[in-house]
C-alpha cells in the first residue's frame, strides 16, 4: 500500500480554481494547515459545501474571495456568533447561495 500522508502544500495542491470543496463543521474537523495553503495559493472560484454548517474555515475562504458560490444550511462561528465575512458578502449578493435544509 502507498504511503497516503503529505504535506498541507501538496494536498492543497489537489484544490484548483472551480474545485467543489467539502470542509468540516462549526469551529472544529478543519484542517487549517491546508486551507492556508490554498489561501497562499490564491485559488478562487470554488463551489464550498460546509458539512452540516459552515463555520471559521469556510468565513476564512469567503473573507479572502476564494469561494463563488456555497451550498449550505447555516454559516455561523458557533458561540462565537455570527460568520461576518458570509454576512457581508451575501448581503452585498457576492455569492452565489444554494440553500439547503
Not at 38 to 41: E, G, P, Q, T
Given at each position: 500500500?502507498?504511503?497516503k ?14 474545485c467543489h470543496?467539502g470542509v ?11 486551507i492556508?495553503e490554498?489561501?497562499?495559493?490564491g485559488?478562487s ?10 463555520g471559521?474555515?469556510?468565513?476564512l475562504?469567503?473573507?479572502?474571495g476564494a ?33 439547503t435544509?
Open positions: 500500500m502507498n504511503d500522508v503529505m504535506t498541507a502544500s501538496r494536498a492543497a495542491a489537489f484544490i484548483t480554481p472551480g470543496l468540516g463543521a462549526g469551529m472544529a474537523m478543519n484542517p487549517l494547515a491546508v492556508r490554498v489561501i497562499k495559493r485559488t472560484g470554488l463551489t464550498l459545501t460546509p458539512v452540516l454548517t459552515g471559521f474555515v469556510a468565513d475562504l469567503i473573507g479572502v469561494v463563488a458560490a456555497l451550498q449550505f444550511p447555516q454559516v455561523a462561528l458557533d458561540e462565537y456568533g455570527p460568520a461576518p465575512h458570509f454576512r457581508k458578502k451575501a448581503a452585498r449578493g457576492e455569492l452565489k447561495l444554494f440553500e435544509i
